[in-house]
Protein backbone atom coordinates (compact mmCIF):
# COMPACT_ATOMS: atom_id res chain seq x y z
CA UNK A 1 0.00 0.00 0.00
CA UNK A 2 1.15 3.84 -0.68
CA UNK A 3 1.57 6.18 2.13
CA UNK A 4 -1.38 8.81 2.16
CA UNK A 5 0.48 10.97 4.28
CA UNK A 6 2.79 12.51 1.47
CA UNK A 7 -0.57 13.42 -0.49
CA UNK A 8 -3.29 13.90 1.43
CA UNK A 9 -4.33 16.91 3.23
CA UNK A 10 -3.73 15.38 7.02
CA UNK A 11 -1.62 17.89 9.09
CA UNK A 12 1.54 16.39 10.41
CA UNK A 13 3.35 17.39 13.89
CA UNK A 14 6.22 15.79 14.81
CA UNK A 15 6.51 16.16 18.55
CA UNK A 16 10.95 16.00 19.30
CA UNK A 17 13.04 17.05 22.16
CA UNK A 18 16.35 17.02 22.17
CA UNK A 19 16.46 14.77 25.36
CA UNK A 20 14.15 12.61 27.35
CA UNK A 21 12.06 13.39 30.33
CA UNK A 22 11.11 16.78 29.38
CA UNK A 23 7.65 15.52 28.97
CA UNK A 24 7.56 15.14 25.45
CA UNK A 25 5.20 12.21 25.31
CA UNK A 26 2.57 14.02 28.07
CA UNK A 27 2.24 16.49 25.84
CA UNK A 28 1.74 14.94 22.38
CA UNK A 29 -0.73 12.95 24.23
CA UNK A 30 -2.48 16.16 25.49
CA UNK A 31 -2.21 18.02 22.57
CA UNK A 32 -4.10 15.01 20.73
CA UNK A 33 -6.26 14.63 22.80
CA UNK A 34 -7.30 18.51 23.05
CA UNK A 35 -7.67 18.57 18.74
CA UNK A 36 -10.02 15.86 19.07
CA UNK A 37 -11.72 17.83 21.60
CA UNK A 38 -11.99 20.40 19.46
CA UNK A 39 -13.73 18.45 16.83
CA UNK A 40 -10.67 17.14 14.37
CA UNK A 41 -9.72 13.41 13.76
CA UNK A 42 -6.65 12.99 15.28
CA UNK A 43 -4.36 9.72 14.38
CA UNK A 44 -1.23 9.29 16.68
CA UNK A 45 1.60 7.31 16.13
CA UNK A 46 4.39 6.62 18.96
CA UNK A 47 7.77 6.59 17.21
CA UNK A 48 9.55 6.29 20.72
CA UNK A 49 10.99 2.63 20.12
CA UNK A 50 13.08 2.92 23.37
CA UNK A 51 10.13 4.72 25.48
CA UNK A 52 7.23 4.29 24.08
CA UNK A 53 4.31 5.20 26.37
CA UNK A 54 1.29 6.83 24.62
CA UNK A 55 -0.80 3.36 24.83
CA UNK A 56 -0.63 3.43 28.98
CA UNK A 57 -1.17 7.64 28.60
CA UNK A 58 -3.91 7.24 26.27
CA UNK A 59 -5.40 3.95 28.29
CA UNK A 60 -5.47 1.60 25.32
CA UNK A 61 -4.51 -2.23 26.77
CA UNK A 62 -5.78 -3.49 23.33
CA UNK A 63 -3.45 -4.01 20.97
CA UNK A 64 -4.65 -3.18 17.12
CA UNK A 65 -6.33 -5.57 15.09
CA UNK A 66 -6.42 -6.79 11.18
CA UNK A 67 -9.65 -6.65 8.64
CA UNK A 68 -10.30 -8.88 5.99
CA UNK A 69 -7.71 -7.59 3.51
CA UNK A 70 -4.92 -7.66 5.94
CA UNK A 71 -5.05 -4.31 7.04
CA UNK A 72 -4.18 -2.90 10.53
CA UNK A 73 -7.01 -1.22 12.31
CA UNK A 74 -5.96 1.34 14.90
CA UNK A 75 -7.26 0.86 18.86
CA UNK A 76 -8.79 4.52 19.61
CA UNK A 77 -9.00 6.43 22.50
CA UNK A 78 -10.49 9.82 23.43
CA UNK A 79 -11.16 9.88 19.96
CA UNK A 80 -6.92 9.25 19.29
CA UNK A 81 -6.53 6.36 17.03
CA UNK A 82 -2.70 5.25 18.03
CA UNK A 83 -0.51 2.72 16.53
CA UNK A 84 2.86 2.76 19.03
CA UNK A 85 5.93 0.20 19.24
CA UNK A 86 4.42 -1.06 22.70
CA UNK A 87 1.71 -3.25 20.78
CA UNK A 88 4.24 -4.76 18.78
CA UNK A 89 7.12 -5.34 21.61
CA UNK A 90 6.78 -6.86 24.93
CA UNK A 91 7.58 -4.30 28.27
CA UNK A 92 9.75 -6.23 29.46
CA UNK A 93 11.62 -7.67 27.08
CA UNK A 94 14.57 -5.03 25.15
CA UNK A 95 14.47 -4.29 21.70
CA UNK A 96 17.71 -3.76 19.60
CA UNK A 97 16.54 -1.36 16.89
CA UNK A 98 19.04 -0.62 14.18
CA UNK A 99 18.70 2.11 12.11
CA UNK A 100 17.19 0.48 9.03
CA UNK A 101 14.54 -1.71 11.03
CA UNK A 102 13.40 1.61 12.41
CA UNK A 103 13.03 3.02 9.01
CA UNK A 104 11.09 -0.07 7.90
CA UNK A 105 8.88 -0.29 11.22
CA UNK A 106 7.68 3.66 10.11
CA UNK A 107 7.11 3.00 6.62
CA UNK A 108 4.98 0.18 8.46
CA UNK A 109 3.08 2.39 10.63
CA UNK A 110 2.23 4.83 7.40
CA UNK A 111 1.29 2.68 4.88
CA UNK A 112 -0.55 -0.96 6.60
CA UNK A 113 -2.08 1.07 8.61
CA UNK A 114 -6.03 1.85 8.07
CA UNK A 115 -5.94 5.40 8.76
CA UNK A 116 -8.55 6.46 7.19
CA UNK A 117 -8.16 10.51 6.18
CA UNK A 118 -7.52 11.98 9.54
CA UNK A 119 -6.94 15.89 10.23
CA UNK A 120 -4.00 15.82 11.92
CA UNK A 121 -1.33 12.82 12.45
CA UNK A 122 1.03 13.35 15.75
CA UNK A 123 3.80 11.77 16.10
CA UNK A 124 5.67 11.25 19.57
CA UNK A 125 9.50 10.83 18.31
CA UNK A 126 12.49 9.40 20.03
CA UNK A 127 14.64 11.62 22.06
CA UNK A 128 17.93 12.48 20.34
CA UNK A 129 18.84 13.78 17.02
CA UNK A 130 19.33 10.61 14.51
CA UNK A 131 18.21 8.08 12.55
CA UNK A 132 14.05 8.67 13.29
CA UNK A 133 14.42 12.16 11.86
CA UNK A 134 16.06 11.21 8.56
CA UNK A 135 13.09 8.46 8.01
CA UNK A 136 10.70 10.87 9.24
CA UNK A 137 11.52 13.62 6.46
CA UNK A 138 11.73 10.95 3.80
CA UNK A 139 8.12 9.40 4.28
CA UNK A 140 6.43 12.31 5.65
CA UNK A 141 7.70 15.95 4.04
CA UNK A 142 5.73 17.52 4.66
CA UNK A 143 5.73 17.75 8.37
CA UNK A 144 6.12 20.28 10.54
CA UNK A 145 8.40 19.87 14.18
CA UNK A 146 7.03 21.08 17.62
CA UNK A 147 10.06 21.18 19.63
CA UNK A 148 9.38 20.23 23.72
CA UNK A 149 11.50 21.56 26.19
CA UNK A 150 12.37 22.72 29.81
CA UNK A 151 13.11 26.22 30.95
CA UNK A 152 16.38 25.88 32.08
CA UNK A 153 19.26 26.59 29.42
CA UNK A 154 20.80 23.13 29.82
CA UNK A 155 17.76 21.07 28.51
CA UNK A 156 17.01 24.09 25.96
CA UNK A 157 20.92 24.02 24.11
CA UNK A 158 20.11 20.01 23.61
CA UNK A 159 16.64 20.90 22.47
CA UNK A 160 18.24 23.54 19.74
CA UNK A 161 20.30 20.64 18.58
CA UNK A 162 17.50 18.17 17.86
CA UNK A 163 16.15 21.37 15.89
CA UNK A 164 18.70 22.23 14.17
CA UNK A 165 18.61 18.72 12.95
CA UNK A 166 15.15 19.25 11.74
CA UNK A 167 16.23 21.83 9.81
CA UNK A 168 18.98 19.95 8.32
CA UNK A 169 16.43 17.28 6.52
CA UNK A 170 14.61 20.03 5.27
CA UNK A 171 11.92 20.00 7.94
CA UNK A 172 9.96 22.93 9.10
CA UNK A 173 9.66 24.11 13.02
CA UNK A 174 6.35 24.71 13.62
CA UNK A 175 7.09 25.95 17.53
CA UNK A 176 8.36 25.39 20.98
CA UNK A 177 6.51 24.10 23.59
CA UNK A 178 8.09 24.79 27.19
CA UNK A 179 7.17 22.26 29.60
CA UNK A 180 7.27 22.34 33.72
CA UNK A 181 7.70 26.03 33.50
CA UNK A 182 6.45 26.44 37.25
CA UNK A 183 4.70 25.01 39.82
CA UNK A 184 1.85 26.69 41.81
CA UNK A 185 1.40 25.74 45.27
CA UNK A 186 -2.13 25.24 47.03
CA UNK A 187 -1.74 29.04 48.37
CA UNK A 188 -0.93 30.37 45.00
CA UNK A 189 2.21 30.85 44.50
CA UNK A 190 4.94 30.31 41.71
CA UNK A 191 7.69 28.37 42.16
CA UNK A 192 10.15 28.21 38.73
CA UNK A 193 11.62 25.33 40.16
CA UNK A 194 13.44 24.40 36.76
CA UNK A 195 14.47 28.21 36.18
CA UNK A 196 12.96 30.52 33.66
CA UNK A 197 13.34 31.32 29.96
CA UNK A 198 14.46 28.29 28.17
CA UNK A 199 11.29 28.12 25.97
CA UNK A 200 11.37 31.77 25.13
CA UNK A 201 15.11 31.83 24.33
CA UNK A 202 15.01 28.59 21.74
CA UNK A 203 12.13 30.05 20.37
CA UNK A 204 13.57 33.65 19.52
CA UNK A 205 16.74 31.67 18.69
CA UNK A 206 15.50 29.40 16.07
CA UNK A 207 12.96 32.40 14.60
CA UNK A 208 9.65 30.10 15.20
CA UNK A 209 6.45 30.78 17.53
CA UNK A 210 6.82 30.02 20.83
CA UNK A 211 3.68 27.53 21.66
CA UNK A 212 3.07 27.92 24.97
CA UNK A 213 4.14 27.07 28.65
CA UNK A 214 3.16 23.62 30.32
CA UNK A 215 3.26 24.05 34.30
CA UNK A 216 3.91 21.35 36.51
CA UNK A 217 0.51 19.69 37.66
CA UNK A 218 0.34 16.01 39.81
CA UNK A 219 -2.58 15.74 38.02
CA UNK A 220 -1.02 15.83 34.97
CA UNK A 221 1.35 12.82 35.77
CA UNK A 222 -1.37 10.84 37.62
CA UNK A 223 -3.45 11.01 34.30
CA UNK A 224 -0.53 10.02 32.05
CA UNK A 225 -0.11 7.12 34.79
CA UNK A 226 -3.78 6.00 34.34
CA UNK A 227 -4.95 6.57 31.12
CA UNK A 228 -6.64 9.39 31.63
CA UNK A 229 -5.53 12.72 30.04
CA UNK A 230 -5.82 16.02 31.95
CA UNK A 231 -7.41 17.55 29.15
CA UNK A 232 -10.27 15.49 29.89
CA UNK A 233 -10.08 14.27 33.39
CA UNK A 234 -9.63 17.93 34.90
CA UNK A 235 -10.13 20.53 32.06
CA UNK A 236 -9.95 23.72 34.33
CA UNK A 237 -6.23 22.80 35.51
CA UNK A 238 -3.61 24.99 34.61
CA UNK A 239 -1.71 22.69 32.92
CA UNK A 240 -4.68 21.39 31.02
CA UNK A 241 -5.85 24.73 29.79
CA UNK A 242 -2.36 25.85 28.43
CA UNK A 243 -2.23 22.39 26.60
CA UNK A 244 -5.34 23.67 24.88
CA UNK A 245 -4.62 27.09 24.05
CA UNK A 246 -1.68 24.91 22.34
CA UNK A 247 -3.71 23.13 20.55
CA UNK A 248 -5.74 26.41 19.69
CA UNK A 249 -3.06 28.19 18.57
CA UNK A 250 -1.60 25.45 16.16
CA UNK A 251 -5.19 24.48 14.79
CA UNK A 252 -6.62 27.97 14.53
CA UNK A 253 -3.93 30.92 14.86
CA UNK A 254 -0.73 29.09 12.81
CA UNK A 255 -3.28 26.79 10.33
CA UNK A 256 -1.20 26.50 7.24
CA UNK A 257 -2.40 28.96 4.44
CA UNK A 258 -1.68 27.30 1.80
CA UNK A 259 -5.00 25.51 1.31
CA UNK A 260 -5.53 21.94 0.29
CA UNK A 261 -7.18 21.04 -3.67
CA UNK A 262 -6.84 17.60 -5.10
CA UNK A 263 -8.51 18.91 -8.32
CA UNK A 264 -5.30 21.66 -8.56
CA UNK A 265 -2.91 18.85 -8.59
CA UNK A 266 -0.17 18.77 -11.15
CA UNK A 267 0.93 15.24 -12.43
N1 LIG B 1 3.71 19.30 33.21
C1 LIG B 1 3.91 18.21 33.94
N2 LIG B 1 3.46 18.14 35.23
C2 LIG B 1 3.66 17.03 36.00
N3 LIG B 1 4.29 15.93 35.57
C3 LIG B 1 4.76 15.93 34.30
C4 LIG B 1 4.59 17.05 33.41
N4 LIG B 1 5.15 16.73 32.22
C5 LIG B 1 5.62 15.48 32.35
N5 LIG B 1 5.40 15.00 33.60
C6 LIG B 1 5.82 13.69 34.14
O1 LIG B 1 7.23 13.57 33.91
C7 LIG B 1 7.58 12.26 33.51
C8 LIG B 1 8.25 12.30 32.15
O2 LIG B 1 7.28 12.71 31.19
P1 LIG B 1 7.16 12.02 29.76
O3 LIG B 1 7.21 10.55 29.85
O4 LIG B 1 6.00 12.65 29.08
O5 LIG B 1 8.51 12.60 29.14
P2 LIG B 1 9.28 12.21 27.82
O6 LIG B 1 10.03 13.43 27.40
O7 LIG B 1 8.37 11.61 26.83
O8 LIG B 1 10.27 11.12 28.38
P3 LIG B 1 11.05 9.94 27.61
O9 LIG B 1 12.29 10.58 27.12
O10 LIG B 1 11.29 8.93 28.68
O11 LIG B 1 10.16 9.46 26.50
C9 LIG B 1 6.28 11.47 33.53
O12 LIG B 1 6.16 10.81 34.75
C10 LIG B 1 5.19 12.52 33.38
O13 LIG B 1 3.97 12.13 33.96
MG1 LIG C 1 8.32 9.72 25.93
Not at 168 to 180: C, P, R, S, T, Y
Not at 190 to 214: C, I, S
Amino acid sequence: MPNPFTENRTRILAVASGKGGVGKSSVTTNLAVALAQAGHSVAAIDADVWGFSMPRMLGIAEPPTQDADGAIIPPEAHGVKLISMGFFAREDQPVVWRGPMLHKALEQFLTDVAWGDPDYLIVDMPPGTGDISISMAQFLPRAEVVVVTTPQPAAQKVAQRAAYMSRKVNLAIAGVIENMSWFTCEHGERYELFGAGGGAQLAADLEVPMLGQVPLEPALRAGADDGHPIVISDPDSEAAKAITAIAHKLSVELAPTRIYRPELKII
